[in-house]
């Protein structure tokens, strides 16, 4: 499968730890998205990279933080984590601006 | 403000009935909207974007800027139509995608 992966599928971790969630992208994607969907607020934009800069912010919390690596890969990093976090949290990526591919997704819980 | 509204949480539909499921948004200039569904279980895929006015799997869209609306529909809905459908629309920097909160459709026979 060529397409956007994520790993791990599942999270469950207490409250006030730290997780971290990667996505590798499509071949020859440069760029990754990070989305939060959460019951209440839907479908959110985080963050994106392009090749491994920094392009966008969306509503990430500080307790958050990305990073885009040489092999274009990325990982989100979430701490201090709360019973709020709770969420999926999908990766996407895509050619500049061109159409963005989604991955299945973490189920990151929060006891 | 860049948003997307679709009003309707859940769109309840018999087989082979017409289908619209709404979304506005609010935008200056020219939008560039999606329609994205996610099947149980698997993850979001495209189905539509207006800017290429193609038909998939039966549905179509039409930008109705005075309105500011982007209604997906099809005609004749089937059982394998049933799914969380989200409108989304590039945000002004060309980036990120900024999307509705979600309709499901539900087509029972």
């Known amino acids: 499968d060529s397409g956007v992966t994520q790993t791990p599928k599942h999270l469950i971790t207490a409250t006030g730890q730290r997780v971290t969630l990667r996505c590798s992208p499509r071949?020859?994607?440069?760029?990754v998205y990070w989305y939060q969907q959460s019951l209440d607020q839907g479908l959110q934009f985080l963050i994106q990279y392009y090749n491994g800069e920094e392009r966008a912010k969306g509503n990430i919390l500080e307790r958050f933080s990305a990073q885009q690596f040489p092999d274009l890969h990325s990982e989100l990093n979430l701490s201090s984590l709360e019973l709020g976090d709770s969420a999926l949290y999908f990766c996407a990526s895509s050619p500049w601006r061109g159409e963005q591919f989604f991955g299945p997704g973490t189920r990151l819980t929060v006891l | 403000a860049q948003r997307v509204t679709q009003p309707e949480k859940l769109l309840s539909v018999f087989k082979g009935a017409p289908v619209e499921l709404k979304c506005n948004y609010s935008y200056s200039g020219s939008p560039e909207l999606f329609w994205y569904v996610q099947y149980s279980r698997q993850r979001l895929q495209l189905l539509l974007r207006h800017i290429s006015r193609e038909s998939i799997k039966g549905f179509t869209a039409d930008l109705n800027k005075g309105e500011t609306s982007f209604h997906l529909k099809k005609p004749f809905a089937q059982e394998e139509d049933s799914a969380m459908y989200y409108c989304?629309?590039?945000?002004?920097?060309?980036?990120?995608?900024?999307f509705g909160k979600g309709t499901t459709l539900s087509v029972s026979s």
């Open positions: 071949s020859g994607d440069l760029s």
């Open positions: 989304a629309l590039r945000n002004q920097a060309g980036t990120a995608l900024i």
